[in-house]
């Protein structure tokens, strides 16, 4: 089997994010996801460019400002600084953090706006219908939700405001057709199938023009020749994508990242970037993204998270008490990428006890405390193998075609399955083969053992590095794997025998809860 051939350059995006609150764990979550599938990449030998940054404009933010006593732009400085500092204690590695507030993103987004109305399908009009803040969302007539006392909201609750503005309309309803068929003609287009079903039919019941432009308040990009207008702000934000890629020189050095291969997103903006972007995208002649990815929410002990229930979770707190890569790890593994999921702090601590102390942690401790009592810390060669041994080994050297495979489904759970499954075979290999015991009777056999161990080991740790880098970096170090041997690549070259190993520490500790 051959490892599958991705193309040589990735581009991944994040949702930029609103700053009208503090980071949550759900957005922690999103860049998160976004930075397993950026890592993987670059250690698979892709040249990547990793995009997030936030979005600053619109009325939501704009009241929420005032609601402080702020001017827009400070507000949006404070807020935008904590989610780059959620990004550096959550170990994200983005290339590129775009602010919408910055020059060089309004340039890009005054370029596409001038390029669309240039191939005429932007007109002057007038809005009138509801509009949701809280959603930055045009809602029509149809989508209204009735309350039980009588009055309307969006469908994802939020209240709506009647809006009466002249407002200038991008042409939606022609591009039915060609959306239709970019679904049709490209499936992976929308991932997974619950979203993309939902988006397909949406599009198929017909498309609305859209208002792209806002008279009733001022804090947005500026539309081109009409200042009175500021531009809607998902136009604006999804413009964003563009601006990192140095859009509109197309000389700039990161032009070659476009088209994105993912825009990784959560399920309710899943229709800004499958239904609006490519469209924008189509009306300038602008390449399409290769696909969009919409992944789950989560709810915390069974509900929705909120400041009124105040149970809106920190990441930095629970990194701070569980460790960042047990956390990663956890919003990883408890559930497939693209569905709902609860976050419990029973199953926390109980996959962080049992996954990586026991299974994963265990197993490394094992290995390496026999490495160095045993053989003076002296990595052994390898030596006559066994069936026993192939078996294990072989497990170990088909890991990286076979998550491969998974990755590029963006099936990022059952890839962590696939690891946590050569974990498990190690660790009845070990048992089974009970190097202790050969110490006195067979330690030729004891070391060609440990040396099976050692390798399963470091693949399994190569492997994991996308997931949690920090630890795993630590657990490669101690397998006395050097910064130059951590690609997956470099899985084809045995380790040579005799290096000496550091001292082996313990990387996963158990989590006692205390005592209420
Ligand atoms: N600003 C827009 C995105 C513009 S992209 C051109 C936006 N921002 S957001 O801050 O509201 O959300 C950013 C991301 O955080 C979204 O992908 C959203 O799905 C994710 N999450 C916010 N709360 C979440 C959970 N409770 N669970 C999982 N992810 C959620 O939308």
């Not at 997030?52 to 009325?59: C, I, K, L, P, V």
């Not at 039915?176 to 993309?196: A, C, H, M, S, T």
């Not at 601590?349 to 102390?357: F, G, H, M, Q």
């Not at 399994?460 to 997931?467: C, G, H, R």
Request: proline share 6%; hydrophobic share 40%.
């Amino acid at each position: 089997m051959k490892r599958v051939d991705m193309t040589r350059r990735f581009t991944i995006t994040t949702p930029i994010f609103y700053v009208n609150g503090a980071p949550h764990i759900g957005h922690a979550y999103t860049s998160i996801a976004a930075d397993v599938l950026a890592r993987f990449h670059r250690l698979n030998g892709e040249e990547v460019l990793f995009v997030s940054g936030t979005d600053e404009h619109g009325q939501k933010v704009e009241q929420t400002a005032v609601a402080k006593g702020m001017e827009p732009q400070a507000y949006a400085d404070e807020v935008s600084a904590s989610f780059r500092q959620m990004q550096k204690d959550m170990a994200i590695s983005t290339d590129e953090f775009i602010r919408t507030t910055e020059e060089r993103h309004k340039g890009a987004a005054k370029a596409l706006w001038e390029k669309v109305t240039a191939n005429g399908h932007i007109y002057l009009g007038a809005y009138e219908g509801w509009y949701s803040t809280r959603d930055e969302a045009f809602i029509g007539e149809d989508e209204l939700v009735k309350k039980p006392d009588g009055t309307f909201v969006a469908p994802s609750g939020a209240p709506v405001e009647r809006v009466k503005e002249p407002s200038y309309f991008f042409r939606l309803s022609d591009f039915q057709d060609r959306l239709l068929k970019l679904y049709e003609d490209n499936p992976d287009f929308i991932g997974p199938v619950g979203p993309r079903r939902e988006i397909e039919s949406f599009v198929r019941q017909g498309l609305r023009d859209l208002s792209v432009s806002r008279t009733s308040f001022k804090w947005g990009v500026p539309v081109p020749n009409d200042p009175d207008h500021v531009m809607y702000v998902w136009f604006d934000a999804l413009a964003n994508y563009l601006t990192a890629v140095g859009y509109p020189d197309l000389d700039d050095p990161r032009a070659k990242f476009w088209p994105a291969n993912i825009h990784v997103v959560g399920k309710e903006i899943a229709r800004f970037h499958c239904v609006y972007w490519p469209a924008f995208l189509m009306a300038a002649g602008i390449d399409l993204p290769k696909s969009v990815f919409a992944h789950g929410w989560w709810t915390v002990e069974g509900e929705k998270m909120s400041k009124s229930l105040g149970n809106v979770l920190d990441p930095k707190a629970l990194a701070d008490e569980f460790g960042l890569d047990a956390l990663r790890f956890f919003l990883m593994r408890e559930v497939p990428f693209g569905g709902d999921s609860n976050f419990s702090r029973r199953s926390m601590i109980t996959r962080t006890n049992v996954e990586l102390a026991n299974d994963l942690g265990n197993l490394c401790q094992r290995t390496l405390s026999q490495v160095a009592r045993n053989l003076d810390g002296i990595l052994p060669a390898r030596g006559t193998l066994t069936e026993d041994d192939q078996a294990m080994l072989a497990m170990a050297t088909l890991l990286p075609t076979i998550m491969s495979e998974q990755i590029e489904r963006k099936a990022i759970t059952d890839a962590l399955e696939e690891v946590w499954k050569v974990i498990r075979a190690a660790n009845s290999y070990i048992d089974r083969q009970a190097p202790w015991a050969l110490k006195k009777t067979d330690p030729e056999r004891m070391a060609d053992v440990l040396r099976v161990l050692v390798d399963m080991i470091r693949g399994i740790a190569t492997m994991l590095q996308p997931f949690m880098p920090d630890t795993m970096a630590k657990m490669l170090t101690q397998l006395g794997v050097q910064d130059d041997e951590r690609t997956f690549a470099a899985l084809e070259t045995l380790l040579p025998a005799g290096r000496t190993l550091p001292k082996p520490e313990g990387l996963f500790p158990r989590f006692v809860e205390e005592e209420a």
